[in-house]
């Protein structure tokens, strides 16, 4: 079958909404496309461990250590589903642990923020997993079969990550003076990324043309960043908090809470490198790779060890 | 010593081995060498969060002063831990870490065991429901030191490291305190004579399975957790583990 | 054929989990171990954390044979034909009772 046949085929499959899955035939750029989505999400996940990570063992109670603990561990198993559902695509998982290993491959900007205090946890779970979550359900109705089935086990577990984080917060907003000022505090300079995580507007947006025609996207990172913004505002209200924007307001006649101007640049700056830990991120992926390379080499070798010994024994 | 007493002392024994090596476990979380293994880690740092967390809650319950398994955590020096020294030492690399984590977990695999026959109702309970996650700590554990013993050169001699460090801290995992002759007597712990036996028998095959030797300690044995003289690295631990309640006391978290 | 490790991940398994006695085993997802013994301990690890099952299978990526998508139409359509095989095709006469 001709090329531009087959492409007229695939079209028609991702227009009925029919999940395309991994041994079929599809365009070089619909793979490459979600490759790059797909990895992007599995690095976010694993380097998303690390601010979080950093409070484990300064977490103020035992409850709160065991549901930390379980978070870190849902985000490790979720990197690990994104790895999988990439290597449907043909590419394996050291290649694509290498590519971010070495800086070329991009993962989300909000994790090269800080954790400076407990609040900060909470806004965490509040706020990056509840875009994660708006993000997630709408990736889940997307073409691609291994991607989606992940999304919808992600989506799963991801839900109580939002509630631990909003009720680390609302606890904290409605403690001592000391808790409230520390989640203000949180909200303030978390607020700003969270605006920036969800992505630039479709029209700055390279990749967007693509991957909505194929449904990789079913809606604008415009779309999905104001459902975020619906949500989360009388959150923070209810928790007696203030989000840190002058311009937010509520307008009647779309329904909608309008929010003043994204740091752009900020966002741009981070991506390329230049964020507040960018650099201590990649160090501590590295350092975990590298010192951990002879126990994988040691597993490899007693595993080769153990098939020698069952031929021979056979 | 009374017997509840000495009930209060082995419950925090117990429920402090438990909290520490779960603080410990929780340094590796977003560090291990692979997704799996980060994953299998973090599931035994859960399990001994929870084996810590209704310990220190019958602790309390048991001592009857109103004390809550947070307040026993966060609000207690290090002299009045009673862990045992094995688990606070550091992780060092993942050689020591699964080291040290066999040879805890067959102690509390032996000792769970002898413990469903308690004559303690609540440790009866106890140590039925723990002693499924810590059969699988045990499979998990033994694989890894046969794995790496019996692995690259390499991995065999940081095993081997790993052992010479941590063998002379073992002898007081089976030590019997006043209080602890008191329970045995009336038959709520276990005679740990006969654990150590069981014990001694099923860590010295498996480190010879993995091509590893028992080291010479000269016969030096660590000990001192039981009446509260611990590492140098028990400061520590307790200082970040105990940072934010005790410089915000009157907050709930 | 044992199962030798190819790459510093470790090769590529799939994982199936039985939920319940009695229903098949479902494809979880995948992991990456270097023998069988590690990759049936990983996937209790990573894919039975909410109580999904009672019993794992673990199989070599590589082990798992498909159809292709160019076989689908001769494989699968000849059967959409064959109402005949389905009891709602056959008439019960009204009151005749265990058909």
């Known amino acids: 079958m001709e090329t531009a046949e087959r492409e007229k085929k695939f079209q028609e499959k991702i227009d009925s909404g029919q999940k395309i899955e991994a041994k079929e035939w599809m365009p070089d750029n619909y793979r490459k496309q979600l490759i790059r989505m797909i990895s992007q999400h599995a690095h976010s996940e694993i380097v998303g461990m690390l601010p979080e990570g950093n409070w484990i063992t300064r977490a103020p109670s035992l409850r709160r250590k065991a549901v930390l603990l379980a978070k870190i561990q849902d985000e490790a198993g979720h990197g690990l589903y994104l790895y999988s559902a990439a290597e449907t695509l043909g590419i394996d998982r050291q290649t694509l642990i290498n590519q971010l290993l070495e800086g070329k491959a991009k993962y989300s900007s909000i994790f090269n923020y800080p954790t400076l205090s407990w609040a900060d946890i909470g806004a965490i779970g509040w706020l990056v997993d509840g875009a994660a979550i708006v993000n997630q359900t709408m990736l889940s109705r997307g073409s691609y079969g291994p991607y989606c089935r992940a999304m919808v086990r992600i989506c799963k577990e991801e839900s109580f990550h939002n509630r631990q984080g909003y009720e680390i917060i609302y606890q904290l907003a409605n403690g001592t003076p000391a808790q409230k000022e520390m989640a203000q505090d949180a909200l303030n300079r978390w607020w700003g990324p969270s605006m920036q995580m969800l992505g630039p507007s479709d029209a700055a947006s390279a990749n967007s043309e693509e991957t909505m025609k194929w449904q990789i996207k079913v809606e604008s990172n415009d779309t999905v960043r104001q459902r975020f913004i619906d949500r989360t505002v009388p959150q923070a209200t209810a928790a007696g908090l203030t989000i840190p924007d002058a311009d937010l307001k509520f307008n009647d006649a779309t329904g909608h809470w309008e929010i003043g101007e994204i740091e752009w640049e900020e966002f741009y700056r981070v991506v390329k490198g230049k964020g507040p830990c960018n650099r201590q991120r990649l160090e501590a992926r590295r350092k975990a790779e590298d010192e951990g390379a002879w126990v994988r080499e040691a597993a490899a070798a007693y595993a080769a060890k153990q098939a020698q010994r069952q031929v021979k024994a056979a | ?253 | ?99």
């Open chain 3, 1 to 99: 054929m044992i199962n030798t490790p190819d790459s510093p991940q470790g090769n590529l398994w799939e994982v199936f989990i039985q939920a319940k006695p009695g229903i098949p085993h479902k494809h979880a997802g995948s992991l990456h171990a270097v023998d069988a013994e590690s990759a049936l301990l990983s996937a209790r690890d990573v894919y039975t954390r909410r109580g999904e099952g009672m019993s794992i299978w673990v199989v070599p990526s590589h082990e798992i044979v498909a159809s292709t998508e160019a076989e689908a139409d001769s494989f699968f359509d000849p059967a959409d034909d064959k109402v005949y095989r389905h009891p709602t095709f056959y008439e019960v006469p009204e009151g005749v009772k265990y058909l």
């Open chain 2, 1 to 253: 010593m009374t017997g509840n007493q000495a009930l209060f002392e082995y419950l925090l024994h117990r429920g402090d081995n438990a909290l520490i090596l779960a603080q410990r476990l929780g340094e590796w979380c977003g560090h291990a060498h692979q997704l799996e293994s980060d994953i299998a880690l973090t599931n035994v740092a859960l399990d001994q969060m929870g084996q810590a967390r209704m310990l220190l809650t019958e602790a309390g319950r048991v001592e009857a002063k109103g004390r809550s398994e947070d307040d026993l955590a966060f609000f207690r020096v290090e002299r009045e831990f009673r862990n045992a020294l094995l688990v606070e030492v550091d992780n060092g690399d993942f050689a020591r870490t699964i080291t040290r984590q066999f040879l805890f977990d067959i102690f509390q695999f032996h000792t769970l065991k002898a413990l469903r026959q308690s004559e303690n109702e609540f440790l009866v309970g106890f140590a039925t429901k723990s002693l499924k996650e810590v059969t699988y700590h045990r499979t998990l554990s033994t694989d890894w030191m046969k794995r790496l013993g019996d692995g690259t050169a390499l991995s065999h001699d940081k095993m081997q490291d790993a052992i010479n460090v941590l063998w002379e801290y073992t002898p007081e995992l089976f030590d019997i305190t006043e209080g602890d002759a008191v329970l045995t007597k009336a038959g709520i712990i276990p005679d740990m004579e006969a654990i150590k036996l069981a014990w001694n028998e099923e860590v010295r095959s498996v480190i010879a399975e993995a091509t590893l030797e028992i080291p010479n300690t000269l016969g030096y044995e660590a000990r001192g957790g039981r009446i509260g003289h611990h590492t140098e690295h028990m400061g520590y631990i307790l200082a970040e583990m105990q940072y934010l309640p005790r410089t915000m006391p009157e907050a709930k978290w």
